[in-house]
């Protein structure tokens, strides 16, 4: 293995349809017209020399090092900023270029530290490298002269340091920060000789910097750089993989020395995210080797006992004993089991194979049971699968994008970039959410609309979008007609062109003034390409499977599906979630979407399987705990998921686990659920293992091994050794051959193997005979399900309601620097963004209670109370209040309800109603919580565990 | 599973289907309990609609003869 060394063409490569010859040195070359001289060189070969110009940029010019001779031509033009013509002759090495770039790298040299030999960047500087390609041998000027060697280094960035001393001014970090992530937060402060690169005029963590790397990645010397290098040095190989948490899926390269991550460096051959990054994968990744990782099995007989470190027999044998002895007390359908969206196509395959098989129910379930579930009935409902239609490059094609329920630029940051670069083009943007998302107004973005409307409301929102659609004639006729069931259009359009769902009926329920709806849905519909991206503002509502479908019948009647810049797309919440719904790890569906009662689909399964299977629906988390209380749910293996923090109503999860007679946890930490667990296995992080993961665009990317496990073996490897244990022959010797699997049993994944994998780079599904390259835009020509379906979407309030106790709303997300319930991300450096969980609230709202920014609140719902400090913004609307759920010991699903998704059991973790009042104590449950935290998780020193 | 919540479950599941035809509403309720409901959840709705069915729209107690697998 060696270090992988991206070509960089110093400017992008266009893409048009017509082809320019030209010839460089004395060779032609064919090149797509627009693309500059520099790029076109650099497709044949020829590096010209460059410092100020990289591929990920557009040309800026100002290096001058990278001139050049065009015949005809006066003077030496830059080859990055002169785009090629047709018969142009261009001469890239002659005396006179020579001489220009050895002037030029002497004056910068003049002002350049000269400690390449303990500089951080050594071996990785194209000041190094250029100083070498034009030959310097010494500077005429001297270095005596003024200079900026003594400025002082900015340390503040817990990643990255910034050494102006180092600086060349080149601008390639101020570029990357407005083009690549569109946060304008760098910028070139003074002129002439005090021209420096300044972060706003303040240091780099008191910034707007989002640490998503793009600056250091841009720079050519070390003057931005990771610390992770200045510490380490040089990686000596490097590895592609895929980042582990959000749903965008980002390729990035692991750098290596040994099996030690010198840094993450994102991969621009990765289609998902084309060379950017955000600040959790890029830096976020030292919580894969955090002390407090867990490297041995463990095993305890009651709750209240320390854990015991044992051998995996002994731990395999444990847990595989108590559910055979569960199961011939209890019968065979009292345990169950929970597949990770943080783990593998292939290990999710195979825990919800164990439960089918070695369980023999279908009491499988996993977490997007309570993030996306809803987006897979409804859009399997209306299209006829469960994914989202687009890929991620189609955004550059819209010409309207309508935000739901998303808060992009905080979950998933990389894709909110390539968002924002298409908004500062020109497209149109229309946002739905209750509060205002930094995208409602950011630096050279605004939303046309923001349609703030109250929790719970979304599909009175649609309904009334629709409503316009309908009334006002903007259906899309011919798309309607010739995709779509016709009968149901038409039964649907009477529906929704009833006066109860138009926008001025809807308003006094959404809170949006009907005027803005009204416009907001002409744009929508008559704007050019209107896509919709949504994410867990639509479907953590008790109508979040109606919303679902309220959103694709919009959709069909305008047309929006089937091609580039249109279709409805969710943002999927973590690395794997469309992955693990598409393995079959819902309790009534194998792979591929296909139900446990369908005897063909099933025959399949038992034919490959060996065991007869059964065609019931098993239980859904939210079920497993209910019956569990009840006394008919015993045990339970968790695969990387931490339902006692990440679930709603978190006393009743914690009431469930109580009652269970054996939970088996499979973790990389002692998580929250943990402390309710009989057994502990040692998971392995995404460095460790091999596999596949599947990103919201249904791009399946591989995860490659680059460290050995920490606790010796992969995840598979352990779900394999349970399942021997309880009777049951699982053979495999590589993730591969489960993928081989999955490929013969999925339909749409029939032409998916790793090899077609590593020849692709990455596959999105389906792909088979039919798409032997995949499918990047679904229902191009017909929906999957045939007709597209419209469904009718009535408005029902939920049931949660404010009253007098609890008069505000709760609605609860992420932020950008935590990940989910915080287990990787508050291991890290991550922490100085967000180091606890805040309210925010409304300053009405915060000086009607007498509470003051930074107050201690105790936030209280008929389900539960916390206490947290507030944060009084006007993000918020009066009479809603937000949190986030990252830290375990605040506890904000102490405070969220069993209410849930009428058809998927998605909890409404959107809408909780609470009340807010000062405080100057912890909650009952926060004080338990403390105690818990120690009682609940220590672990037995070797002598105590070798008696 | 609480009786009520069960109740809450099913009703929310024929407020749904209630938009629709009578005959396609009454279906619709019954797949959706037979698709996604766990045989014992389903064993507890029926136990509660023979005891009277408290609480339960008359859409699910309507749909209390389709909720079986179809053989």
Same mark, same amino acid.
């Given at each position: 293995?060696?270090?992988?060394?991206?070509?960089?063409?110093?400017?992008?490569?266009?893409?048009?349809?017509?082809?320019?010859?030209?010839?460089?040195?004395?060779?032609?070359?064919?090149?797509?017209?627009?693309?500059?001289?520099?790029?076109?060189?650099?497709?044949?070969?020829?590096?010209?020399?460059?410092?100020?110009?990289?591929?990920?940029?557009?040309?800026?010019?100002?290096?001058?090092?990278?001139?050049?001779?065009?015949?005809?031509?006066?003077?030496?033009?830059?080859?990055?900023?002169?785009?090629?013509?047709?018969?142009?002759?261009?001469?890239?090495?002659?005396?006179?270029?020579?001489?220009?770039?050895?002037?030029?790298?002497?004056?910068?040299?003049?002002?350049?530290?000269?400690?390449?030999?303990?500089?951080?960047?050594?071996?990785?500087?194209?000041?190094?490298?250029?100083?070498?390609?034009?030959?310097?041998?010494?500077?005429?000027?001297?270095?005596?002269?003024?200079?900026?060697?003594?400025?002082?280094?900015?340390?503040?960035?817990?990643?990255?340091?910034?050494?102006?001393?180092?600086?060349?001014?080149?601008?390639?970090?101020?570029?990357?920060?407005?083009?690549?992530?569109?946060?304008?937060?760098?910028?070139?402060?003074?002129?002439?000789?005090?021209?420096?690169?300044?972060?706003?005029?303040?240091?780099?963590?008191?910034?707007?910097?989002?640490?998503?790397?793009?600056?250091?990645?841009?720079?050519?010397?070390?003057?931005?750089?990771?610390?992770?290098?200045?510490?380490?040095?040089?990686?000596?190989?490097?590895?592609?993989?895929?980042?582990?948490?959000?749903?965008?899926?980002?390729? *990035?390269?692991?750098?290596?020395?040994?099996?030690?991550?010198?840094?993450?460096?994102?991969?621009?051959?990765?289609?998902?995210?084309?060379?950017?990054?955000?600040?959790?994968?890029?830096?976020?990744?030292?919580?894969?080797?955090?002390?407090?990782?867990?490297?041995?099995?463990?095993?305890?007989?009651?709750?209240?006992?320390?854990?015991?470190?044992?051998?995996?027999?002994?731990?395999?044998?444990?847990?595989?004993?108590?559910?055979?002895?569960?199961?011939?007390?209890?019968?065979?359908?009292?345990?169950?089991?929970?597949?990770?969206?943080?783990?593998?196509?292939?290990?999710?395959?195979?825990?919800?194979?164990?439960?089918?098989?070695?369980?023999?129910?279908?009491?499988?379930?996993?977490?997007?049971?309570?993030?996306?579930?809803?987006?897979?009935?409804?859009l399997?409902?209306t299209f006829?699968?469960?994914?989202g239609t687009q890929d991620f490059k189609s955004v550059e094609k819209s010409d309207v994008i309508l935000v739901i329920g998303a808060?992009p630029?905080?979950?998933?940051?990389?894709f909110?970039?390539r968002m924002k670069?298409r908004l500062?083009e020109g497209a149109r943007l229309i946002v739905a959410d209750?509060?205002?998302?930094?995208l409602?107004?950011?630096?050279?973005v605004?939303a046309d609309y923001h349609l703030?409307?109250?929790?719970?409301?979304?599909?009175?929102l649609i309904n009334a979008i629709a409503h316009v659609v309908v009334?006002e004639g903007l259906v899309n006729e011919a798309f309607v007609?010739?995709r779509c069931?016709?009968?149901?259009?038409?039964?649907?359009?009477? *529906?929704i062109?009833?006066?109860?769902?138009?926008?001025?009926?809807?308003?006094?329920?959404?809170?949006?003034?009907?005027?803005d709806v009204r416009a907001a849905a002409r744009l929508y519909a008559t704007g050019g390409n209107s896509a919709i991206y949504y994410g867990?503002?639509v479907?953590?509502?008790?109508?979040?499977?109606?919303m679902v479908m309220g959103m694709a019948n919009l959709a069909m009647a305008t047309g929006n599906i089937g091609h580039d810049g249109v279709g409805v797309n969710p943002l999927?919440?973590?690395?794997?979630?469309?992955?693990?719904?598409?393995?079959?790890?819902?309790?009534?569906?194998?792979?591929?979407?296909?139900?446990?009662?369908?005897?063909?689909?099933?025959?399949? *399964?038992?034919?490959?399987?060996?065991?007869?299977?059964?065609?019931?629906?098993?239980?859904?988390?939210?079920?497993?705990?209910?019956?569990?209380?009840?006394?008919?749910?015993?045990?339970?293996?968790?695969?990387?998921?931490?339902?006692?923090?990440?679930?709603?109503?978190?006393?009743?999860?914690?009431?469930?686990?109580?009652?269970?007679?054996?939970?088996?946890?499979?973790?990389?930490?002692?998580?929250?659920?943990?402390?309710?667990?009989?057994?502990?296995?040692?998971?392995?992080?995404?460095?460790?293992?091999?596999? +596949?993961? +599947?990103?919201?665009?249904?791009?399946?990317?591989?995860?490659?091994?680059?460290?050995?496990?920490?606790?010796?073996?992969?995840?598979?490897?352990?779900?394999?050794?349970?399942?021997?244990?309880?009777?049951?022959?699982?053979?495999?010797?590589?993730?591969?051959?489960?993928?081989?699997?999955?490929? $013969?049993?999925?339909?749409?994944?029939?032409?998916?193997?790793?090899?077609?994998?590593?020849?692709?780079?990455?596959?999105?599904?389906?792909?088979?005979?039919?798409?032997?390259?995949?499918?990047?835009i679904m229902h191009v020509?017909?929906?999957?399900?045939?007709?597209g379906?419209f469904?009718?979407?009535?408005?029902?309030?939920?049931?949660?309601? +404010?009253?007098?106790?609890?008069?505000?709303?709760?609605?609860?997300?992420?932020?950008?620097?935590?990940?989910?319930?915080?287990?990787?991300?508050?291991?890290?450096?991550?922490?100085?963004?967000?180091?606890?969980?805040?309210?925010?609230?409304?300053?009405?709202?915060?000086?009607?209670?007498?509470?003051?920014?930074?107050?201690?609140?105790?936030?209280?719902?008929?389900?539960?109370?916390?206490?947290?400090?507030?944060?009084?913004?006007?993000?918020?609307?009066?009479?809603?209040?937000?949190?986030? *759920?990252?830290?375990?010991?605040?506890?904000?699903?102490?405070?969220?309800?069993?209410?849930?998704?009428?058809?998927?059991?998605?909890?409404?973790?959107?809408?909780?109603?609470?009340?807010?009042?000062?405080?100057?104590?912890?909650?009952?449950?926060?004080?338990?919580?403390?105690?818990?935290?120690?009682?609940?998780?220590?672990?037995?020193?070797?002598?105590? $565990?070798?008696? | 599973?609480?009786?009520?919540?069960?109740?809450?479950?099913?009703?929310?599941?024929? +407020?749904?289907?209630?938009?629709?035809?009578?005959?396609?509403?009454?279906?619709?309720?019954?797949?959706?309990?037979?698709?996604?409901?766990?045989?014992?959840?389903?064993?507890?709705?029926?136990?509660?609609?023979?005891?009277?069915?408290?609480?339960?729209?008359?859409?699910?107690?309507?749909?209390?003869?389709?909720?079986?697998?179809?053989?």
């Amino acid at each position: 293995m060696a270090l992988i060394k991206e070509l960089d063409t110093g400017t992008p490569i266009r893409i048009a349809d017509r082809t320019v010859s030209l010839v460089i040195d004395g060779r032609t070359v064919t090149v797509p017209e627009g693309t500059s001289v520099m790029a076109a060189g650099s497709m044949m070969g020829t590096q010209i020399p460059k410092l100020c110009a990289t591929d990920m940029l557009e040309p800026f010019g100002s290096c001058r090092l990278c001139l050049v001779e065009i015949e005809g031509r006066k003077g030496t033009p830059a080859s990055c900023t002169t785009p090629v013509e047709a018969g142009m002759v261009v001469r890239t090495q002659t005396d006179r270029l020579a001489k220009l770039r050895k002037g030029v790298m002497e004056l910068y040299i003049s002002d350049h530290p000269l400690d390449c030999l303990t500089c951080a960047a050594n071996g990785d500087c194209e000041l190094q490298d250029m100083a070498g390609v034009v030959g310097l041998r010494d500077v005429r000027y001297g270095y005596e002269g003024a200079n900026h060697l003594d400025a002082e280094k900015d340390l503040s960035n817990p990643y990255f340091s910034f050494d102006p001393a180092k600086c060349i001014v080149c601008s390639r970090c101020v570029r990357a920060c407005e083009e690549v992530q569109g946060t304008f937060a760098l910028t070139i402060s003074a002129r002439g000789f005090e021209s420096a690169v300044s972060p706003g005029g303040t240091d780099f963590l008191g910034s707007e910097c989002v640490s998503c790397g793009a600056c250091v990645q841009a720079c050519p010397t070390a003057t931005l750089i990771e610390k992770s290098v200045v510490e380490a040095g040089q990686p000596e190989h490097s590895v592609v993989t895929t980042c582990a948490y959000c749903g965008v899926g980002c390729s *990035f390269k692991a750098e290596m020395q040994g099996e030690k991550v010198v840094r993450m460096v994102p991969f621009k051959e990765g289609k998902a995210n084309e060379g950017h990054s955000c600040v959790k994968g890029r830096f976020a990744w030292g919580y894969a080797t955090h002390k407090d990782r867990i490297t041995k099995p463990m095993v305890r007989e009651k709750i209240t006992d320390p854990w015991r470190e044992t051998t995996w027999d002994e731990a395999i044998g444990r847990a595989a004993s108590e559910f055979k002895r569960i199961q011939a007390q209890y019968g065979v359908d009292s345990i169950g089991g929970i597949t990770s969206s943080r783990c593998t196509n292939e290990e999710t395959f195979l825990v919800q194979k164990l439960i089918r098989t070695a369980f023999g129910n279908n009491n499988v379930d996993t977490c997007a049971r309570v993030c996306h579930s809803p987006t897979g009935y409804g859009l399997k409902q209306t299209f006829g699968t469960s994914a989202g239609t687009q890929d991620f490059k189609s955004v550059e094609k819209s010409d309207v994008i309508l935000v739901i329920g998303a808060n992009p630029t905080d979950g998933h940051p990389v894709f909110a970039s390539r968002m924002k670069r298409r908004l500062r083009e020109g497209a149109r943007l229309i946002v739905a959410d209750p509060r205002r998302i930094d995208l409602v107004k950011t630096p050279h973005v605004e939303a046309d609309y923001h349609l703030q409307l109250l929790p719970g409301t979304n599909v009175a929102l649609i309904n009334a979008i629709a409503h316009v659609v309908v009334t006002e004639g903007l259906v899309n006729e011919a798309f309607v007609r010739e995709r779509c069931d016709l009968a149901h259009f038409e039964v649907w359009a009477r *529906f929704i062109a009833e006066e109860r769902n138009s926008p001025e009926a809807c308003q006094s329920l959404t809170g949006v003034l009907a005027a803005d709806v009204r416009a907001a849905a002409r744009l929508y519909a008559t704007g050019g390409n209107s896509a919709i991206y949504y994410g867990l503002g639509v479907t953590e509502h008790s109508q979040g499977s109606t919303m679902v479908m309220g959103m694709a019948n919009l959709a069909m009647a305008t047309g929006n599906i089937g091609h580039d810049g249109v279709g409805v797309n969710p943002l999927r919440g973590q690395n794997n979630v469309q992955g693990a719904c598409d393995m079959g790890s819902f309790p009534h569906e194998f792979s591929g979407y296909r139900h446990v009662s369908d005897d063909a689909t099933r025959d399949m *399964f038992e034919h490959l399987w060996g065991r007869p299977l059964s065609r019931e629906p098993g239980l859904r988390i939210p079920n497993m705990l209910d019956e569990a209380v009840d006394g008919t749910f015993k045990g339970l293996y968790i695969q990387g998921e931490d339902i006692a923090q990440s679930d709603p109503n978190t006393q009743h999860v914690v009431a469930g686990l109580e009652a269970m007679e054996c939970v088996v946890i499979q973790d990389i930490f002692l998580n929250e659920t943990a402390k309710y667990a009989h057994v502990f296995l040692p998971g392995s992080s995404f460095l460790e293992k091999d596999g +596949t993961f +599947t990103n919201a665009e249904r791009r399946i990317s591989r995860v490659r091994k680059v460290m050995t496990p920490l606790a010796g073996v992969a995840d598979w490897e352990v779900t394999v050794a349970l399942s021997r244990a309880l009777g049951y022959e699982m053979n495999y010797t590589h993730p591969s051959q489960i993928m081989d699997e999955i490929a $013969a049993l999925t339909p749409t994944f029939a032409g998916v193997s790793y090899d077609r994998i590593d020849e692709l780079g990455s596959i999105q599904w389906p792909c088979n005979e039919k798409a032997p390259a995949g499918t990047p835009i679904m229902h191009v020509d017909r929906f999957v399900r045939g007709k597209g379906q419209f469904m009718i979407t009535e408005f029902v309030p939920t049931q949660e309601r +404010t009253g007098p106790r609890f008069p505000l709303i709760l609605t609860t997300g992420r932020i950008l620097s935590q990940y989910n319930v915080g287990a990787q991300t508050r291991r890290t450096e991550n922490v100085v963004w967000h180091g606890e969980d805040v309210l925010e609230i409304h300053p009405f709202d915060a000086e009607s209670r007498g509470v003051r920014d930074g107050d201690l609140v105790a936030l209280a719902s008929r389900s539960g109370e916390i206490s947290l400090r507030a944060l009084v913004t006007e993000r918020m609307q009066p009479g809603v209040v937000y949190t986030t *759920f990252h830290h375990a010991e605040t506890g904000a699903n102490v405070v969220t309800t069993e209410y849930s998704d009428w058809a998927t059991n998605c909890p409404e973790y959107k809408v909780t109603a609470v009340e807010v009042r000062r405080t100057n104590h912890l909650s009952e449950w926060q004080e338990r919580h403390r105690v818990d935290e120690h009682d609940l998780t220590r672990i037995a020193p070797p002598a105590e $565990a070798a008696e | 599973m609480t009786q009520d919540r069960m109740v809450t479950m099913a009703n929310q599941i024929a +407020t749904f289907f209630r938009s629709y035809p009578h005959e396609e509403a009454v279906e619709g309720v019954a797949t959706h309990i037979r698709q996604f409901w766990d045989p014992r959840m389903r064993r507890t709705l029926l136990a509660h609609i023979e005891a009277g069915g408290a609480g339960l729209e008359a859409l699910v107690l309507e749909a209390v003869g389709r909720l079986q697998p179809k053989a």
